[in-house]
């Protein structure tokens, strides 16, 4: 059974950092792309970057590029976010998914979701 246990989230002060683990399990890690993304309230699901198999992040949103950067820890199955210069528009809930072939930018190309962890950025 995969498992995808996101966590780290919590309550900051704007300009404050976080770093958000994404633990993974039942599943060949190495061999998956690992994606971020966010949902806030009344918003749909947001692309936040994702790093691939080999360890390249070759995209992330003007949204939070230059703040965000996400790294991978094969040997730990754990995928990081880390979370610079936080705003209150990054308020929302994180999730990791895991992809096999190439996923993209869009929620219907990833094979596996994690539930989620909470971030609230206060101003």
């Known amino acids: 059974q995969v498992q995808l246990v996101a966590s780290g989230g919590g309550l900051v002060q704007a300009g404050a950092s976080l770093r958000l683990s994404c633990a993974a399990s039942?599943?060949?890690?190495?061999?998956?792309?690992i994606g971020w993304f966010r949902q806030a309230p009344g918003q749909e699901r947001e692309f936040v970057g994702r790093?691939?198999?080999?360890?390249?992040?070759?995209y992330y949103p003007d949204s939070v590029k230059g703040r965000f950067s996400i790294s991978r820890d094969n040997a730990k199955n754990t995928v990081y976010l880390q979370m610079n210069s936080l705003k209150p528009e990054d308020t929302a809930v994180y999730s990791c998914?895991?992809?096999?072939?190439?996923?993209?930018?869009?929620?219907?190309?990833?094979?596996?979701w994690g539930q989620g962890t909470q971030v609230t950025v206060s101003s």
């Open positions: 790093i691939t198999w080999s360890g390249a992040t070759p």
């Open positions: 039942g599943l060949m890690f190495s061999g998956y792309d």
């Open positions: 998914a895991a992809g096999s072939s190439r996923p993209g930018r869009g929620p219907g190309s990833w094979n596996y």
